[in-house]
């Protein structure tokens, strides 16, 4: 019989099983993904699925499983700067980090993305529509918006769901977070260590409460140790917004010698402001960001930053949502993970 992957031919469950040596049947139950069937059964069939080339007919699957394969990947909150306000900036090192997290933790499981924004209204209605009408089994919400009007959405649709970061109001819905008072905490002590004692905070947007979480801790710390409440400055997130805080920050307390920004974007902003203003860094002024993100380490200085698990936490998202998609009556999860310090040039 000619080889398949050489013949031209598509290959088949039979060519599978041939070469693996084992039924149809159980050919059928690897590729259908039935728990059923022993390891060794299961390297033998995925080994030989791998040398002939076969590739599984999705449609039939889905008749069988009633499951397409698919699931939503789901984006929104971070508009592009230099774009349209319903177009998503996947260079902003978020995004991207926890977008391609998810793609790498599916793509092992035989489960692909389906990329959708979730900007506006039309959008958000056209995840929703490609859920209930079956072409996705579930959705991972990845947003920069505590209040993101599509979690509820999914909530109400009743459909598997899991979105990163705690909601900004109670909702039975499964998470994915870091302990961001925690990674506050750690940030005020590295300071404090560090011998400073003017310190000041670029918090996050006032709407979003992991910056409250991050802002909460480092005070309780700063407060532990007798030292001056901080100065605080609002910023949005980004590196302009980090910038314009530091500016005000400097106005007003000019002796500052300490910074903690609510993310890497706007540590870097402040960095630039400090140095123009000519205080160095670290030696007048050390800076802490947050997130630890691919920018931090190649910043000069580079950035001490507060590590936000992406990698890990976008993985255990993918996780929970297929054990949901399995068990579809399956309690909500919520997913704390660590917060650690990557110290750096910058403090």
């Known amino acids: 019989m000619a080889d398949p992957a050489t013949s031209g031919a598509r290959p088949t469950l039979e060519d599978v099983a041939r070469v693996a040596g084992v039924s149809r049947a159980t050919v059928s139950r690897v590729v259908n993904g039935r728990p059923d069937v022993a390891e060794h059964l299961q390297e033998l069939v995925r080994d030989a699925i791998a040398r002939t080339g076969y590739v599984p007919n999705r449609a039939a699957r889905s008749l069988v499983t009633r499951r397409s394969g698919l699931v939503v990947v789901a984006v929104a909150g971070a508009a592009s700067p230099h774009g349209p306000p319903d177009e998503v900036d996947f260079h902003d090192p978020f995004v991207g980090r926890a977008v391609g997290g998810i793609l790498r933790a599916l793509r092992p499981r035989d489960v692909d993305p389906v990329l959708m924004l979730a900007e506006t209204d039309a959008d958000r209605a056209r995840v929703l529509a490609h859920l209930q009408q079956g072409h996705a089994d579930g959705a991972l919400l990845v947003s920069t918006r505590p209040d993101d009007p599509l979690a509820p959405l999914l909530v109400d649709a009743g459909v598997p769901a899991v979105i990163f970061a705690h909601p900004a109001a109670p909702l039975p819905v499964s998470f994915v977070d870091v302990g961001n008072r925690e990674g506050g905490a750690l940030a005020a002590e590295h300071l404090v260590a560090r011998g400073r004692r003017r310190l000041v905070v670029i ?8 910056a409250h979480e991050r802002l909460a801790g480092f005070r309780a710390v700063v407060a532990r140790h007798r030292l001056p409440d901080v100065a605080t400055a609002p910023g949005g997130f980004s590196f302009v917004s980090g910038a314009e805080a530091m500016r005000t920050l400097l106005a007003r307390e000019p002796a500052l010698d300490g910074v903690f920004a609510a993310n890497d974007l706007m540590a870097l902003g402040a960095v630039d402001v400090l140095e123009e203003a000519g205080r160095r860094v670290p ?64 403090s």
């Not at 380490?297 to 998202?317: D, F, K, N, Y």
């Open 203 to 210: 918090e996050g947007p006032p709407d979003v409460p992991s």
């Open 283 to 346: 030696q007048d002024v050390s800076v802490v960001g947050f997130d630890d993100s691919a920018l931090a380490p190649v910043a000069r200085p580079a950035l001490t930053s507060v590590r936000q698990p992406i990698e890990e936490m976008t993985a255990e998202m993918v996780a929970i949502l297929l054990a949901q998609i399995d068990v579809p009556d399956r309690r909500p999860t919520e997913s704390i993970f660590e917060a650690t310090l990557q110290v750096r040039a910058s």
